[in-house]
């Protein structure tokens, strides 16, 4: 049986991860940066990208996020059913994921699913970061923006206005 300070961590924890993804939604990169450790490893299994990214330290998988997912990369990222561990200070979870990638510059929209699998661990400072996460895709597929002509965005907070 949980005690009431897990059902705490295990909230924190979700919190966390919800922090994690909203951030590389919304191009938060500060943000971002304070739900990972400093030592942080990220491995992405994401197939348009051949094989699986690893990015060690949490400015580099900060840096990475800043570069290749600007203004002209669009993406949401859903996930639920967590099934999170707790052990004193340390965690581990599995969260499933469903996301978004529309990559404008390159006409390509990215569709697809996985499991993340995550540690955690509660710095000094007392807040539950990322220290591991990952995820092997169990579907991906992209599409062509060309190839749906009647395509057309009515919102896109990073979009450049037209000019009148």
């Known amino acids: ?26 191009k938060l990169w500060d943000e971002f940066a304070g739900t990972l450790t400093e030592d942080a490893v990220a491995v992405y299994g994401t197939r348009v990208f051949g094989d699986p990214l690893r990015l060690e ?6 840096e990475y996020m800043r570069a290749n997912l600007g203004p002209a ?3 949401t990222h859903f996930a639920g059913h967590p099934e999170i561990e707790v052990d004193g200070d340390q965690a581990k979870g599995s969260w ?12 390509l929209l990215i569709r ?16 539950w970061r990322i220290s591991s996460t990952g995820y092997e895709r169990t579907y991906e597929f992209t599409v062509s923006l ?19």
């Open 112 to 127: 697809g699913s996985a499991f993340y699998q995550d540690t955690y661990r509660r710095d000094a400072d007392g807040r």
């Open 1 to 26: 049986m949980l005690g009431p300070m897990d059902l705490i961590a295990l909230e924190e924890i979700r919190q966390t991860k919800y922090r994690y993804l909203r951030c590389v939604d919304l």
């Open 73 to 75: 990369v669009i993406t």
């Open 57 to 62: 330290g949490r400015d580099a998988i900060v």
């Open 96 to 107: 499933c994921f469903d996301d978004t990638v529309i990559a404008m510059d390159y006409r």
């Open 146 to 164: 060309d190839d749906m002509p009647s395509l057309k965005f009515t919102a896109n907070r990073w979009a450049t206005p037209a000019a009148p």
